[in-house]
């Protein structure tokens, strides 16, 4: 009888236990899930601590990102627009960490989200993280959150030669035609600077690399792609859900005339934003650092920066700013005053 009530309790110890892990396991998955994690308020006081915008000492001695990377010269910073993509970053995280260390890669992980209340600016974000990176690393990739390689002969190697373009349209899963430089693209720093970054007027979904792939030709950089993999489209894993994420490829306005031609306006030099929080998160021991990121947008240089929702606010600012200026210049309306 004390034998049976013995493995009676130890059953139920067992239970609990188990009950208590998954809850635990379910609580901490759910967090990360959870964009307010991402965006919580954790600020780079970089000054003051002596590090930098990614956390580490400002010791030209420990600036190596990965200790684990030995015998590399050069380091490599992993660029991530995102918004509202947390199911693709976790895996996404481990993944690349992972592929990149078997590689011998020198690298930081860095996403930049997007907390405003405008449409997607992939081409803005990527500057952003451009220029709260800029010291850190000598080369980045601008690099999508549900694109995965497979293929070990993928190399991420410091591009010596001109821009790298992993994501060739060759191999591609989605995306064939020609010109295409989207998914993946590695570049030297001082190349993406020489360009002045990519172009701030593409918000939505779309456009923004095929006008970085005439400033690079402008430039007379010289692109080139992965030859001689027999994996072709299977090099890599999309995980984007077409039905779950649906992609932003509105036009509005005058965005489709105003986004056809190469834009000598804006880039790297007349980005305006704000970062307003640091998260340093580790996701299966992988290290990412977030860059929690307001983007401003001036609505009479591109309107179309503005959600579906707003346009009624911004027809009714045009609509005020004609009577004014017919107040102004109306004779009738001066002499009564």
Same mark, same amino acid.
């Given at each position: ?21 998954? $809850? ?101 974000? $990527? ?34 030669? #001109? ?10 899963? =989605? ?21 002045? #970054? ?7 979904? #779309? ?15 010289? =692109? ?43 880039? =790297? ?69």
């Amino acid at each position: 009888m004390a034998v049976k009530l013995a493995r009676l309790r130890l059953r139920f110890l067992f239970v609990g236990l188990l009950c208590t892990l998954t $809850i635990a396991m379910f609580w901490g998955v759910s967090l990360v899930l959870d964009g307010s994690l991402l965006a919580s308020e954790v600020r780079c006081d970089c000054q003051n601590k002596g590090t930098d915008i990614l956390g580490r000492s400002k010791n030209s001695e420990a600036r190596d990102p990965h200790k684990e990377v030995k015998g590399v010269n050069h380091s490599m910073c992993v660029l991530v627009p995102f918004r509202d993509r947390f199911e693709e970053l976790m895996e996404f995280v481990p993944h690349m960490n992972k592929f990149l260390l078997r590689q011998n890669i020198a690298h930081e992980l860095v996403v930049i989200n997007q907390l405003d209340k405008f449409r997607f600016n992939r081409a803005s974000l $990527i500057n952003v993280g451009f220029l709260e990176t800029r010291g850190n690393c000598d080369y980045i990739a601008m690099h999508d959150v549900d694109l995965l390689p497979l293929n070990e002969e993928l190399r991420y190697d410091f591009p010596e030669d #001109g821009p790298l373009h992993l994501a060739a349209p060759h191999l591609h899963p =989605l995306y064939h035609y020609k010109t295409f430089v989207g998914g993946i693209l590695l570049l030297q720093s001082k190349d993406f600077e020489k360009l002045n #970054g990519l172009s701030n007027k593409y918000w939505g979904w #779309g456009r923004e690399d095929d006008e970085f792939f005439v400033r690079m030709r402008k430039a007379k950089l010289k =692109l080139s792609r992965p030859g001689n993999l027999t994996s072709g489209i299977k090099t890599f894993k999309h995980i984007h859900d077409r039905k779950k994420r649906k992609r932003d490829y509105d036009k509005f306005f005058d965005q489709r005339e105003k986004t056809r031609r190469l834009d000598k306006q804006t880039g =790297l030099t007349s980005l305006d934003y704000k970062v307003d929080s640091i998260r340093r998160l580790t996701v299966d021991s992988s290290p990412v650092t977030i860059l929690n990121t307001y983007l401003a947008c001036d609505v009479d240089f591109t309107p179309w920066c503005l959600k579906a929702e707003d346009h009624d606010w911004y027809e009714n600012r045009l609509r005020e700013r004609r009577e004014q200026l017919q107040q102004q210049t109306d004779p009738s309306h001066n002499s009564h005053v």
